[in-house]
């Protein structure tokens, strides 16, 4: 089965502690399906425009619709594999950024490829670079390094494109900020994040089998952490995933609660 791959990074910039990079990928036959679905899930939780990560803010509907998209995909055809980077511990990080992110952006491509085995399409969030043709470039190392492994070269493509139009790299954009974001508050126990966010972190470890969103996974070829540098593996610890599709949605009461 060939796949579109919708990718999106959280934390590059500012001062966070650590960023990482998602790839979704969606069954091409399955594309139309996934995207109503979406759609539906937008206008159930009532979500207006764009779903960003840096939206999920203060409302039960922006809180369960993260933990709608975590659903969704565990329950699916669909897969997610993402990078969780420690930038203090990544030594290329400190000399040149925007190459050290394309460096690690590659790196997960190629495994991901790796494990779906598959032809994949790749469509990845539109970035200011210096450099205008990384996207090209990826995917070429990315099929070298599959080509030295022995493994088919099964990257059809990777261009920039705008997730406006797009609402696989919508829905890539939640799923890396929530993991992201879950790893900031590992790495600092005293950051609080919005009350949506705070809450969408315990239901979307939960579902996952986990206590809180910080750990990575062993190779898992539908849902995928991976915490870099090798330095960086297993830290706080590496976990199975159990999905336990019991979990309630948020009461809009939860919400106002923590709001007061």
Known sequence: MDYLVYGDESGTTG???????????????????????VIDL????????????????NSAGQANICVDILSMVLRSSCCFHSIVVEKSIYNNWKS????????TYTY?????????????????????????????????V??????????????QGVTM??????????????LTGAV????????????????????TFIKMANMLGWDQLVYDTYPNKDFNIWHFPSENRSRPSTK????NFSIKALEPSEIEQSNK
């Open 42 to 57: 937008k206008k159930k939780r009532g979500i207006v425009g764009e779903l960003k990560w840096s939206k999920i803010k």
């Open 96 to 103: 040149d950024r925007e190459k050290a992110f394309y460096q």
């Open 142 to 155: 990315a099929n070298n390094m599959l080509a030295k492994l022995g493994s088919d070269r099964t990257i």
């Open 180 to 199: 992201n974001s879950g790893y900031m508050k590992f790495l600092n126990p005293k950051l609080t994040l919005s009350v949506a966010k705070e809450a």
């Open 108 to 140: 997960l491509l190629k495994n991901t490829a790796k494990q779906v085995k598959s032809k994949l399409i790749v469509l990845i969030d539109q970035k200011c670079d210096k450099y205008k043709k990384n996207d090209e470039v990826i995917g070429i």
């Open 240 to 243: 199975t995933i159990t999905p």
């Open 15 to 37: 001062s966070d502690r650590c960023y990482s990079i998602g790839l979704l990928c969606v069954p091409k036959p399955k594309v139309d399906e996934f995207n109503k679905y």
């Open 161 to 174: 494109n705008d997730s406006k139009e797009h609402l696989g790299l919508q829905v890539v954009d939640i």
